[in-house]
């Protein structure tokens, strides 16, 4: 049985705050959950897709964020309890469908999960979700602990039932990763089938209907303030004047400064957990018994700009800060010593920091940058994308996953990567505004979510773009999460199709489509090379399975290879391919059989042909 | 109860996380408060795993800088690296057989000297326990439980408010059960390396 169902309410449990927000969610009955994966979310999903293979809990990897969001309102509205959870970056994809959700509500409780990013340890950028809710008029609810992110989903389903809602739950990744104890609750029976009650002049959004859904969404936002008033996840500790107003991880921090400052007689804290809408009287009642007020959040001063804005219209004049130069960046994490700092400097209380050694004669230590894996296939295709393409000036719009980390040497393989799908739009455009030859690259997983409508773009508007479909059937860079292409049977998974790229890529109209074996250097520069000449849209599929993937499919039967006595240390092997497995002792290159996969790609590149399979391992 | 601030840091694959896990479960078997974080962005491919375990009254999961009392480090240029986060007053307990990053293996890289890296920790910490916990890890049987061969030396300290019993008993019932004999073994060999 899966940890997350054990039934024993009042037993504790040491979870990570991913897996605390899946029972949160169990413990609210969810019946449906949709999302497509993204750090920091992804260990949300992965517990409910686990989940659902022992209950009745339905689970679905979708497409992409905006149709899980769909496939999570039709069921919503149908009136099952759902859920769908995405990165931070993952709600823009969704946004379409967000903002007019709004306007059309949910019947039964549909919750949101925005995790997002703050310093992008795993990100593109570092966008605070919480104007999400402003720009919507969705309600917003951010937890600052481990056990406290379980608590509020099923506080977020009881909301959104009541204002007949969405609710977005809202998540830092030191959320989502940190670890804690936390009290299980009673786990509720989800109630999976529902029925659509059909009702156009609520859920057709034309001109005439939305204009009062509107109305009746401002009014909505007017409830939901009332509530976000007496919320408990909007709290006032401490006494004194000097006033913090906090949310997220940040309590955590400042609860910790007050204590360590042994400032808890002079301070009052309000704690912000249900921060779209604000809480206005509460806040009134707060700032009225102050004197001056730091505003204590991570990101943009969303919170800030609030209570300025409370402030003005109640003609109240106390100072209120939080982002500033000598106060808080809008930049990265926060971290328990810089929050005491900034609350000792503004409220004027004698507090040093601690006493970090003098590190200036600490030589540098060698970085560890994540690097593609020994026997990636990735590297195989950049490889071979160079070799076809030498002598050309070629622009490489990329894409996010793995194969991002191409742009680093010796590939160098990525000049532009921006968001999910962007290497087939933007291809188009650089094709069309340069007189430069235009390779980009996509993985499986990104080109299901996103590449699709920029290739028919490219084919409609008659672009010269050569797309690379880097297609190791998973998605790798979250942990192998299936995709519309993977095949479920080998997970012993039935009831899923399956969708082939290439006869798909021919009927969007793509005039050159060429399916290559990576590993096959020679086969694979010729047919690059084809399709680079080929005047208009040219489309190559580099198939090959994730190695880590296969292994863990216990698929990977390669032999290790070795470097013989013919080498003459041209280096080409290291100074081209830059595999892991490869190391140098003394002046010889060796491949440490433990790493190598036998993917044979280095021993093509060899001048000497001194790279030959180990007859076993040693 | 007083916070107590444990980083361990290491190469992705080293069992940091299982490390962490272990302690957080003997802290909860214990009753005593404990909050952890981790940080291990794309580790599978090659990066650092850092974990930060807050023992105590304390609400924050991770350690700024110069605040850690005690750092353990799997690698010995990985201790040196996290050296930020300690102070005077910071206890370190390294492995000192190295894992040379790809860089460094390919030559393009310089490996810091491992003599001098003892002697920079000892010059700006309260004190160094430095061992080949490698060579540990393969006298208990499996080089794998190097990450239990360093928690028994950490353990050995009685800097963490958890007896080593515990941390045996946690080892016991929440590791794999294939391993829980080389672990143990490998818990008792660190907590001996410490001694010395």
Redesign the interface.
């Known amino acids: 049985m899966h940890k997350l169902l054990t039934d024993q309410p009042g037993q504790?449990?040491?979870m990570l705050g991913n897996e605390a927000i899946a029972r949160g969610a169990l413990e609210a009955g969810v019946a449906f959950a949709a999302t497509y994966p993204g750090t920091p979310s992804s260990e949300i999903s992965l517990n409910l897709f686990q989940v659902a293979r022992e209950t009745e809990l339905y689970f679905e990897y979708s497409t992409n964020e905006k149709v899980a969001l769909e496939v999570a309102a039709a069921a919503a509205n149908s009136g099952v309890r759902a859920m769908c959870m995405m990165k931070h970056v993952g709600v823009n994809v969704a946004a379409d469908a967000l903002m007019t959700l709004a306007y059309v509500g949910t019947r039964a409780g549909l919750v949101i999960v925005s995790a997002d990013d703050p310093f992008m340890?795993?990100s593109q950028n570092e966008q605070d979700n919480r104007y999400y809710g402003k720009l919507s008029g969705l309600p917003v609810l951010e937890p600052?602990?481990?056990a406290e992110a379980k608590e509020m989903v099923p506080y977020a389903f009881d909301l959104s039932e009541q204002l007949n809602e969405p609710v977005i739950l809202r998540t830092t990744t030191?959320i989502n990763?940190?670890?804690?104890?936390v009290d299980l609750g009673a786990l509720k029976q989800p109630q999976p089938r529902g029925h659509f009650d059909k009702d156009p002049f609520n859920f057709v959004t034309v001109p005439a209907v939305s204009r009062q859904l509107h109305v009746r969404l401002l009014e909505n936002i007017a409830r939901a303030e009332a509530l976000s008033t007496t919320s408990p996840y909007n709290f006032e500790t401490g006494e004194g004047g000097w006033g913090i107003i906090c949310n997220g991880?940040s309590?955590?921090?400042t609860?910790?400064a007050i204590?360590d400052l042994e400032i808890e007689d002079r301070t009052r804290v309000l704690r912000i957990g249900f921060s779209h809408p604000m809480p206005r009287n509460q806040l009134k009642a707060f700032l009225t018994a102050c004197e001056k007020v730091l505003v204590v959040e991570e990101g943009e001063p969303y919170m800030e700009e609030a209570v300025k804005a409370i402030a003005q219209e109640e003609g109240l004049t106390l100072p209120i800060r939080g982002k500033a130069d000598e106060l808080f960046s809008r930049l990265y994490?926060f971290?328990?010593?810089?929050v005491r700092q900034v609350i000792a400097h503004f409220f004027g209380i004698q507090h040093d920091?601690?006493?970090?050694?003098?590190?200036s004669?600490?030589?540098e230590?060698?970085?560890?940058?994540?690097?593609?894996?020994a026997g990636c296939s990735h590297r195989a295709t950049f490889y071979a994308v160079k070799k076809a393409t030498e002598g050309l000036d070629v622009i490489h719009p990329s894409d996010i996953g793995?194969y991002t980390?191409g742009f680093l040497p010796p590939l160098s393989m990525g000049d532009f990567v921006i968001c999910m799908g962007a290497s087939t739009g933007s291809a188009g455009g650089f094709a069309q505004a340069t007189d430069q030859k235009v390779v980009s690259f996509i993985g499986d997983s990104t080109f299901f979510h996103s590449g699709i409508p920029g290739l028919i773009n490219a084919v409609f508007n008659r672009h010269n773009i050569t797309l690379i479909i880097l297609d190791n059937r998973t998605t790798a860079?979250t942990g192998h999460q299936p995709n519309p292409g993977v095949d479920m049977n080998e997970l012993n998974l039935d009831g899923y199709g399956q969708i082939d790229i290439e006869p798909l890529v021919k009927a969007l109209g793509v005039a050159h489509v060429t399916t290559i074996k990576p590993y096959n250097l020679k086969k694979s520069i010729a047919a690059i090379r084809e399709a680079v000449q080929f005047e208009g849209v040219s489309v190559v599929i580099a198939k090959e399975k994730c190695t880590?993937y296969a292994k863990a499919l216990k698929q990977l039967h390669g032999k290790a290879f070795q470097i013989t006595t013919r080498c003459r240390n041209h280096r080409d092997c290291?100074n081209d391919l830059?595999c892991?497995a490869?190391?140098?002792e003394g002046d010889q290159?060796h491949i440490d059989p433990d790493i190598c996969t036998g993917c044979a790609v280095c021993a093509q590149v060899c001048p000497e042909h001194a790279i030959t399979p180990l007859k076993a391992k040693p | 109860m007083k916070p107590m601030r444990l980083i361990i840091v290491a190469?992705g694959g080293q069992g940091n996380l299982l490390a962490?896990?272990v302690l957080?479960?003997a802290a909860?078997m214990a009753d005593i408060?404990?909050?952890?974080?981790?940080?291990?962005?794309?580790a599978?491919?090659?990066?650092?795993v850092e974990s930060a375990l807050v023992f105590g009254?304390?609400?924050?999961?991770?350690?700024?800088?110069?605040?850690a009392d005690v750092l353990v480090g799997f690698e010995p240029?990985?201790t040196?690296?996290a050296?930020?986060k300690?102070?005077?007053r910071t206890t370190v307990i390294t492995n000192m057989a190295p894992l040379?990053?790809?860089?460094?293996?390919?030559?393009k890289?310089?490996?810091?000297d491992l003599e001098?890296i003892t002697a920079?920790i000892e010059a700006?910490?309260h004190r160094l326990i430095a061992f080949d916990a490698a060579e540990q890890a393969r006298a208990a049987g499996n080089i794998m439980s190097l990450n239990i061969v360093l928690l028994g030396a950490l353990c050995r300290t009685e800097l963490l408010p958890l007896k080593a019993d515990t941390v045996r008993e946690a080892i016991r019932t929440r590791t794999k059960q294939a391993f829980v004999e080389a672990n143990l073994k490998a818990f008792d060999l660190g907590f001996q390396a410490a001694a010395d």
């Open positions: 504790r449990m040491l340890f795993s600052s602990s481990v030191r990763h940190s670890t804690a104890v991880v309590y955590a921090y609860v910790d204590r994490e971290d328990p010593a810089m920091l601690p006493a970090v050694p003098d590190l004669d600490v030589p230590v060698p970085p560890r940058p994540p690097t593609l894996c793995c980390l860079m880590l290291i830059g892991p490869f190391f140098l290159v | 190469v962490s896990k957080g479960e909860l408060p404990v909050r952890m974080s981790e940080i291990h962005g794309m599978q491919r090659g990066g650092v009254d304390a609400q924050s999961t991770i350690i700024s800088d110069g605040e240029s990985e040196l690296r050296l930020n300690c102070s005077a040379p990053p790809f860089t460094v293996a390919i030559g890289g310089i490996y810091p001098n920079l700006k910490t």
